[in-house]
């Protein structure tokens, strides 16, 4: 289990273009393509769950993310099938509610394509990912585009993240974005 700590902002393709031009650190692409999933009576998104599988460059991985406002618990297992996925989580420490939540089973509800830009950041006071996010999200037959910037703390104190992501806004004039990706695909699958 990892704690994941981190800021969203929504964005355009020309200021994705100029964030990446400001920063000298290489660049890693990774195409991805998410798929999210819940139980047929909607449980794990009612109790703010995220269970999802990634490809990440073809390779998969699936995740399940807890509530926990902007630092969230989050399981990770390298694993093609998401039921497999399920079965792991438990010994992994995952709160006790997950495995009677998924009983009923899981089904894929909404989803995202995009290709994210990676690039570390390392200062004196610690590590942030910076990642670059254009695509789509999909639910419920329907699509809209995605463009996002993310600051993810990967090693130091949450404050260093903090001024990094407000500095990176203010700079970029970037708005703060209060729904995660799955969020938005779910409204979409909705139809909200």
């Given at each position: 289990?990892?704690?994941?700590?981190?800021?969203?902002?929504?964005?355009?393709?020309?200021?994705?273009?100029?964030?990446?031009?400001?920063?000298?650190?290489?660049?890693?692409?990774?195409?991805?393509?998410?798929?999210?999933?819940?139980?047929?009576?909607?449980?794990?998104?009612?109790?703010?769950?995220?269970?999802?599988?990634?490809?990440?460059?073809?390779?998969?991985?699936?995740?399940?993310?807890?509530?926990?406002?902007?630092?969230?618990?989050?399981?990770?297992?390298?694993?093609?099938?998401?039921?497999?996925?399920?079965?792991?989580?438990?010994?992994?420490?995952?709160?006790?509610?997950?495995?009677?939540?998924?009983?009923?089973?899981?089904?894929?509800?909404?989803?995202?394509?995009?290709?994210?830009?990676?690039?570390?950041?390392?200062?004196?006071?610690?590590?942030?990912?910076?990642?670059?996010?254009?695509?789509?999200?999909?639910?419920?037959?329907?699509?809209?585009?995605?463009?996002?910037?993310e600051v993810e703390l990967k090693d130091g104190d949450v404050r260093f993240c903090d001024l990094f992501a407000k500095t990176l806004a203010a700079r970029f004039g970037l708005e703060q974005e209060s729904k995660s990706k799955f969020r938005r695909a779910l409204a979409l699958y909705r139809?909200?």
């Open positions: 289990m990892s704690t994941e700590y981190e800021w969203k902002f929504g964005a355009t393709p020309e200021t994705l273009s100029a964030i990446s031009a400001a920063f000298s650190e290489t660049p890693v692409e990774i195409s991805m393509e998410t798929t999210y999933y819940d139980t047929p009576s909607g449980a794990l998104s009612a109790r703010h769950y995220t269970l999802r599988r990634r490809l990440e460059n073809s390779q998969s991985v699936c995740t399940l993310k807890t509530p926990a406002g902007s630092a969230r618990s989050e399981f990770e297992v390298r694993c093609g099938d998401i039921s497999d996925a399920i079965t792991r989580f438990p010994a992994m420490g995952c709160p006790e509610d997950f495995v009677g939540l998924v009983q009923e089973g899981v089904i894929p509800i909404c989803g995202a394509k995009f290709t994210r830009i990676a690039k570390t950041i390392v200062m004196p006071e610690g590590t942030v990912e910076l990642a670059l996010d254009e695509g789509i999200l999909m639910g419920g037959g329907q699509e809209i585009p995605l463009c996002e910037v139809g909200e």
